[in-house]
T-cell receptor, first 117, second 109 residues
Framework: GAVVSQHPSRVICKSGTSVKIECRSL??????MFWYRQFPKQSLMLMATSNEGSKATYEQGVEKDKFLINHASLTLSTLTVTSAHPEDSSFYIC?????????????FGNGTRLTVT | QKEVEQNSGPLSVPEGAIASLNCTYS??????FFWYRQYSGKSPELIMFIYSNGDKEDGRFTAQLNKASQYVSLLIRDSQPSDSATYLCAVNTGNQFYFGTGTSLTVIP
């Protein structure tokens, strides 16, 4: 089945530093990838839609200059949390769908737990 | 109105019983429908998808779709404690996926 690999699974960083999270589709091509954030005991919140070769589309309230998204190839999207602060601590999850298959489901990476100290 | 609505629960069922999870959606143009399971601290995993009206069975899981009523459900037969999780309903419209807030299910041994 379709596999989405996300790294790192867990990261601890100091306030003010930047963190990059990678999301790869291992056995399919994904023209679109989605980035979510989830706080404890809350539902998934879509942050942005990452489009291969073009700018990402951010949801209302998500700062595009703080959460930099790059989707340089059909199998890789990255999310960089710039100048991280403790309030950015959360569970970040990417997802992707197979571009070649109509009606294909979203497949999720295993998530990245970010802790900013 | 939210795109996808789910009862947040919690829903508790005894082991061996049938768990019934429900979801409604607002866009009649929605094309495909998915159920994901999310364990605490983990990312969602796909368990079922359905595109056509009617029932679709996969092991202990049955997805039901009624496009006229804009209603999707998931039945879990012979519920096990390992089924205890949050179940997310997702609807695909165009290139967008809309998720419900999830229903928390607890299967009591």
């Amino acid at each position: 089945g379709a596999v989405v690999s996300q790294h790192p699974s867990r990261v601890i960083c100091k306030s003010g530093t930047s963190v990059k999270i990678e999301c790869r589709s291992l056995d399919f091509q994904a023209t679109t990838m989605f980035w979510y954030r989830q706080f404890p005991k809350q539902s998934l919140m879509l942050m942005a839609t990452s489009n291969e070769g073009s700018k990402a589309t951010y949801e209302q309230g998500v700062e595009k200059d703080k959460f930099l998204i790059n989707h340089a190839s059909l199998t890789l999207s990255t999310l960089t949390v710039t100048s991280a602060h403790p309030e950015d601590s959360s569970f970040y999850i990417c997802s992707a769908r197979d571009a070649s298959s109509y009606n294909s489901p979203l497949h999720f990476g295993n998530g990245t737990r970010l802790t900013v100290t | 109105q939210k795109e996808v609505e789910q009862n947040s629960g919690p829903l508790s069922v005894p082991e061996g019983a049938i768990a019934s999870l429900n979801c409604t959606y607002s866009d009649r143009g929605s094309q495909s429908f998915f159920w994901y399971r999310q364990y605490s601290g983990k990312s969602p995993e796909l368990i079922m998808f359905i595109y056509s009206n009617g029932d679709k069975e996969d092991g202990r899981f049955t997805a039901q779709l009624n496009k006229a009523s804009q209603y999707v459900s998931l039945l879990i037969r012979d519920s096990q404690p390992s089924d205890s999780a949050t179940y997310l309903c997702a609807v695909n419209t165009g290139n967008q996926f809309y998720f419900g807030t999830g229903t928390s299910l607890t299967v009591i041994p």
